[in-house]
């Protein structure tokens, strides 16, 4: 007995987007294919085409996406501690990702910024977005930190900021040959101890 065929798969475009996230990851924005984002996603190119236009729309969409999910998850982790809380697990969640099975992986930002800047304005505005963000979420929580007088108040919470920013973003990358926990948690032990009052 013939079987009547069945209807077309459903698909949620933000499983879409999250798979598309892992490729570009993966290969880079260059490197990765149509073909390889049908793969990845099980989906064929019509349907990707009514979610998005060409490969770059996706690749912004992802990278926006993933921006975006860092800098919520951070805020929500100040809003919930103190200001010596607040930083000291923001600098432990770096060391954990940079020091785990995703150390090697990297930053997806950075990884964006290394391949395609200087001379892709949008992503430029992407990248210059969540960089500034985490810098902004710093300055809050050092700020903060100052008006509670557990900071060090000689110097201003910008600066500070800018600089712990360097730090954990130079902790992405040294991800990439899988440093050693120990050493990475002394480092944010010393900057802890840089900032307070």
């Known amino acids: 007995m013939r079987q009547h065929a069945g209807r077309p798969r459903e698909f949620d475009p ?3 987007l999250n798979s598309a996230l892992d490729c ?21 190119s019509a349907s990707i085409y009514k979610l998005y236009a060409d490969k770059r729309s ?7 996406q993933y921006m975006d999910a860092g800098l919520v998850r951070g805020k929500q982790r100040d809003d919930e501690l103190t200001p010596v809380d607040a930083l000291r697990e923001t600098l432990e969640f770096v060391a954990l990702v940079s020091s785990g099975p995703e150390g090697e992986k990297g930053c997806f930002t950075i990884a964006a910024a290394c391949e395609l800047l200087p001379g892709d304005a949008d992503v ?41 920013f360097m730090m954990l973003e130079g ?24 900032v307070q009052g």
């Open 14 to 16: 933000q499983d879409f």
């Open 24 to 44: 570009f990851w993966q290969q880079g924005y260059r490197a990765t294919s149509m073909a390889d984002l049908m793969k990845a996603s099980g989906l064929a």
């Open 58 to 64: 996706i690749f912004l969409a992802a990278l926006q």
């Open 124 to 164: 430029r505005a992407r990248v210059e977005y969540k960089f500034r963000g985490i810098v902004a979420r710093l300055t809050s929580i050092l700020q903060k930190g100052q008006q509670q007088g557990v900071f060090r108040c000689d110097e201003s919470a910008a600066v500070m900021a800018e600089c712990i």
């Open 171 to 194: 902790m992405r990358v040294y991800g990439k040959i899988k440093p050693d926990i120990t050493m990475l948690r002394k480092t944010n032990d010393f900057i802890i101890k840089s």
